[in-house]
Each structure stands twice: as C-alpha cells, then as structure tokens.
C-alpha cells in the first residue's frame, strides 16, 4: 500500500519512492545466488527488506528474510548454503502503510502457501487497489492472515480456488484483484512470471545458459549475465520450466499503461523499459524541457544522480555547459542509522555538496527529476545561493506531482504534495527561485516516444500522479475517504 508513510530514511524524504523489487530464476546451478545478484542490481526499487526462496529436492523448500540491504544479508556462503536449489525467487521492499512505515519481519516476501499440490510461494511488486474489500471478505470466510502486506490476499484468494494447478489457482486469483501487480512466483519446479493488465508495473525476461530469469528490470539481467528476450506483455503470465516458456492470457484485453515515472526517475538508467533506453529517454526528456523553458543562464547543473541524464540532455538542446555544480557523497548509504537530531539537521548537506569554485557568480539551471514535498529543492537552492551563484533556475523533468499513487508507490497524502495545494508561481516563490519550470505532460510523451503527446481520450501511459486520471479506480482509497478528481480539475 502506498500512502502515508513516514520515511524509510531520513535524508531521503522528498521523493517518490518504488515499493518493490522481484526477480526469479530457474535452470541454473545455486539459484540463490542469482537471486542474490538480481536483487542487489534492483536494490534502488527498495532498500528496507529482501527475501529469497528457493527449492531443492533434497531440502524442499528453503526460505530466508532479512531487515536491510541485499549486500548485508545475502553475500555470506553459511547464508547461502541454507537455500540450495536449481529454482529461486526474491523480493526487495520499502515499508508500507500496513506497517506502519517500520517493515516487520512479518509482512517481508516472497510470501509462501502450502496447497493439496504443493508449495508456493510469491513475490509482488506493485499494490492491490482493492485488498481492504477483498481481506474483509476472506476473513469473513475463515482466511487467517499473517502479514498486513495486500500482496497476502493472492495467496488466500488461491487457496480458496478449486482450481487444479497452482498457475490455474494463480490465475483464478488474480482474476479478483485490481490495481497494479507484477508477480514472480515459484512452485517446487516452475517459475511463474505475470503482469496485471494494464502492464503498470515493468517486469522482463531473460535468458542464462539453459535456464531462465525474470525481474523487474533488464539491469538485473545484466548482472548475472543472462541474455534479454523480452518484456512480459500486459495481462500475460509465463509458466516456466527448465524445458521452455508458455504463454497465457488469464485477463479481458486492455489497453496498456505503464507507469510513465518509470522513465522519469524509478528504473535504472541502464535499463531498458518499454523497448526504450531508460538514459536515453531522460536525455530527451532534458531536450523537450530545453525547447518549453528555455532561459539564459550560464551553467547546468543536475541535482545528482537521478537529474544528471536530463540535465545532459537539457545542456545538448540549449547549448548551455553542463557542470557538475553539486557532488554527491558516495559514501552516505545508510551510514547513520539512527542519527541525532543535530546530525538530522543538517539533512541534505550530509548527501550533497556544492562544487563553490564552479557556481560562484554564475546563473545556474538546476535539473531535477521532480518535485515531491518540496523540502529538499529548497535547501539546495540554499546551498547553491550560499556558494554565490548569481541566479537559480529550477527546470523539473517531470509535470507537477500533484496527485498520490496507488499502484505500488510510497507517495505522501496529496496535501503533502507541494503541486496539490499551490500553482507554479506559488511554488516558485515558495523555493525561492528566479524561475521554476515543469516539463509538460505532452513534453514528457514527446520525450518517451508519442509524437504528438498525450492523446487525452487513450493515454498510452499511467500519468496518474500528474493528471489525477486514475486507470484503475482506487477501490479501497475511495472508501476511505479519497476525493478523485472533480470535472472541474
Ligand atoms: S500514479 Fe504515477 S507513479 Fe503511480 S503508477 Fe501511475 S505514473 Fe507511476
């Protein structure tokens, strides 16, 4: 679930968050330690727990979770040799609303069931719009849930189907649930890959000698080494074996809507997503803002990293030198864990530094991926003004976040958002810039390939976070007291 959160670190407060990462291989010898690999290249998507299961004959199932980084919990060979196996999945994740923003051991995947059939077990990536509705209704009916997590509801929902398989049970579950979801999942000899219908969350497939890998993103692929095939589609599940991959199609056929920030900030650069370069599509992004909000200036600079490709880009377009005019300290990690209110204070400063030599009596664009809370943009700027820069230019490569997600990102309630509550030349003045500009709805579909922008009646896209157009209406949010958008908005 996807609102409300305090945050999962404290420095790191102003952004969208992704929830989840899976990844899940098959065929291969010491499947954990792909899994392994997988997950420490999508640790970006969440940094808070991981889990990993595997299968042996020998053993059964074999399972392992852990609070914190991939790197910490699955590198040591004591912990690797207790989940042997030829078949794995895993699972990486930030805290939920369940939770109350402090993952418990209780709610980390992959989650496991034990079926007439057999065992499997599941790893989700994305949020169940309508998991409050269907957890009342199973615990009405006699379900016993473990977790607080809405990923549970698939693992109940199956083990009430009659059907006769586990990807049968599989798909007669996930018939019932709406909302985003991009699952791996494994039985003692199949891995089991699917996408919710509209494809809003990514998930790939890749190939390794004999055997096969799925995961949220190609960049997990590369580490291991494993050949890119292709994307799983919207609304397919792939059963596979050590013997090959099938295809099905459980769901009514929809248009698809991938979740556009994917591009913007929350895959990899060196990903490919959608058939398309994630880096490169940031770089156009950077051109199309150049071409919107262009202005004089004489530097430009990211707020590093996840502005550095659109801020090239932005430098190409209008000829203004790019700089690194911040640094970023490499070594922040999770470093202080537990900081002091004195530490806390000096937020930002403890990850960013200004480059004074280089901005001192400059005008500088600042390029950054977006604008959330605000809290950070302001306090860049702070430092940036402080080491003497004669103009600050914020150019935003993303529209106004003004709406929360639903489908599997931590976003604060929308009056947290600075773009709900105040319009751009509010906000401008509330960051206390000489101008401030967001890339256009219809820029940004420019930039990931639809030339003629948004198509307001078939979006090819969810946008939802920019627009308020939810493709999937927030089920359980609504009745909780969710306004959607008005007519009027
Ligand atoms: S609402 Fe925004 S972040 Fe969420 S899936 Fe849609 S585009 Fe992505």
């Given at each position: 679930?996807?609102t409300?959160m305090p945050?999962a670190?404290p420095?790191?407060?102003d952004?969208?968050r992704?929830?989840?990462g899976?990844?899940?291989?098959?065929?291969?010898?010491?499947?954990?330690n792909?899994?392994?690999l997988?997950?420490?290249?999508l640790?970006?998507r969440?940094?808070e727990?991981g889990g990993?299961?595997?299968h042996?004959?020998?053993?059964?199932f074999?399972?392992q979770?852990?609070?914190?980084?991939?790197?910490?919990?699955?590198?040591?060979?004591?912990?690797?040799?207790t989940?042997?196996?030829t078949?794995g999945?895993?699972h990486v994740?930030?805290?939920?609303?369940g939770?109350?923003g402090?993952?418990a051991?209780r709610d980390?995947q992959p989650f496991?069931?034990?079926f007439s059939?057999g065992?499997a077990?599941?790893?989700?990536?994305?949020?169940?719009?309508?998991?409050?509705s269907l957890?009342r209704e199973?615990?009405?009916?006699g379900?016993?849930f473990q977790?607080s997590?809405?990923?549970e509801?698939?693992?109940?929902l199956m083990a009430?189907s009659?059907?006769?398989t586990?990807p049968?049970?599989?798909?007669?579950a996930l018939?019932?649930?709406?909302?985003a979801?991009?699952?791996?999942?494994?039985?003692?000899?199949?891995?089991i890959?699917c996408?919710?219908p509209?494809?809003v969350?990514?998930?790939v497939?890749?190939?390794?000698?004999?055997?096969?890998?799925?995961?949220?993103e190609t960049?997990a692929l590369d580490?291991?080494?494993?050949?890119?095939?292709?994307e799983?589609?919207?609304?397919?599940m792939v059963v596979?074996?050590e013997?090959?991959?099938?295809?099905?199609?459980?769901?009514?056929p929809a248009?698809?809507?991938f979740?556009i920030?994917?591009h913007?900030?929350?895959s990899?650069?060196?990903?490919?997503q959608?058939?398309r370069?994630?880096?490169?599509?940031r770089e156009?992004i950077?051109?199309?803002?150049a071409?919107e909000?262009?202005?004089e200036?004489?530097?430009v600079?990211?707020?590093?990293?996840s502005g550095?490709?659109?801020?090239?880009g932005?430098?190409?377009?209008?000829?203004i030198?790019?700089?690194m005019?911040i640094i970023?300290?490499q070594y922040?990690?999770?470093t202080f864990?537990?900081?002091?209110e004195?530490?806390?204070?000096m937020?930002?400063?403890?990850?960013?530094?200004?480059n004074r030599?280089l901005?001192?009596?400059?005008?500088?664009?600042l390029?950054?991926?977006?604008v959330?809370?605000?809290?950070?943009?302001r306090k860049i700027?702070?430092?940036?003004l402080?080491?003497?820069?004669?103009?600050v230019h914020?150019?935003?490569?993303s529209?106004?976040?003004a709406?929360?997600c639903f489908?599997?990102?931590d976003?604060p309630?929308?009056?947290k958002?600075?773009?709900?509550?105040m319009?751009?030349?509010e906000m401008?003045?509330h960051?206390?810039v000489?101008?401030l500009?967001?890339?256009?709805?219809?820029?940004l579909?420019?930039a990931?390939?639809?030339a003629e922008?948004r198509?307001p009646?078939?979006?090819?896209?969810?946008?939802?976070?920019?627009?308020g157009?939810y493709p999937?209406a927030?089920?359980?949010m609504?009745e909780?007291g969710?306004?959607a958008?008005?007519a009027a908005?």
């Amino acid at each position: 679930m996807s609102t409300q959160m305090p945050p999962a670190h404290p420095f790191d407060d102003d952004k969208l968050r992704e929830e989840c990462g899976v990844f899940g291989v098959v065929g291969v010898t010491d499947a954990s330690n792909f899994v392994a690999l997988g997950l420490h290249a999508l640790q970006h998507r969440g940094q808070e727990a991981g889990g990993i299961v595997t299968h042996a004959p020998e053993t059964g199932f074999n399972q392992q979770r852990r609070m914190g980084l991939v790197r910490d919990n699955f590198t040591s060979s004591s912990m690797m040799e207790t989940l042997p196996g030829t078949i794995g999945i895993g699972h990486v994740r930030y805290s939920t609303a369940g939770s109350k923003g402090q993952t418990a051991m209780r709610d980390v995947q992959p989650f496991f069931g034990e079926f007439s059939m057999g065992g499997a077990a599941i790893a989700h990536n994305g949020n169940i719009t309508n998991a409050l509705s269907l957890r009342r209704e199973l615990i009405e009916r006699g379900s016993i849930f473990q977790s607080s997590s809405d990923s549970e509801c698939i693992i109940h929902l199956m083990a009430r189907s009659m059907g006769r398989t586990i990807p049968d049970r599989m798909e007669e579950a996930l018939r019932k649930v709406e909302g985003a979801f991009s699952i791996v999942a494994m039985t003692r000899t199949k891995l089991i890959g699917c996408r919710d219908p509209l494809g809003v969350r990514p998930l790939v497939l890749g190939k390794i000698g004999d055997g096969w890998a799925l995961a949220s993103e190609t960049c997990a692929l590369d580490i291991i080494g494993a050949e890119f095939v292709r994307e799983i589609k919207p609304g397919e599940m792939v059963v596979i074996t050590e013997k090959g991959v099938s295809s099905h199609y459980p769901f009514r056929p929809a248009r698809s809507r991938f979740c556009i920030f994917e591009h913007v900030y929350f895959s990899r650069p060196d990903s490919i997503q959608g058939g398309r370069s994630v880096y490169e599509t940031r770089e156009n992004i950077g051109r199309e803002l150049a071409k919107e909000a262009p202005v004089e200036a004489d530097l430009v600079c990211p707020v590093p990293d996840s502005g550095t490709p659109a801020a090239i880009g932005y430098s190409l377009q209008s000829g203004i030198p790019y700089a690194m005019g911040i640094i970023r300290n490499q070594y922040m990690g999770r470093t202080f864990i537990e900081p002091t209110e004195s530490i806390r204070n000096m937020g930002v400063r403890l990850k960013l530094n200004v480059n004074r030599a280089l901005i001192k009596g400059k005008r500088v664009i600042l390029v950054d991926d977006s604008v959330v809370r605000g809290t950070t943009s302001r306090k860049i700027k702070e430092m940036i003004l402080d080491a003497g820069a004669a103009e600050v230019h914020f150019r935003i490569a993303s529209p106004p976040t003004a709406w929360p997600c639903f489908y599997g990102v931590d976003t604060p309630q929308r009056e947290k958002l600075l773009a709900a509550t105040m319009s751009e030349e509010e906000m401008r003045a509330h960051l206390g810039v000489d101008s401030l500009k967001f890339i256009s709805l219809d820029g940004l579909y420019r930039a990931v390939g639809e030339a003629e922008g948004r198509d307001p009646k078939a979006p090819a896209y969810c946008d939802a976070c920019f627009s308020g157009e939810y493709p999937v209406a927030p089920s359980d949010m609504i009745e909780q007291g969710f306004e959607a958008k008005t007519a009027a908005e």
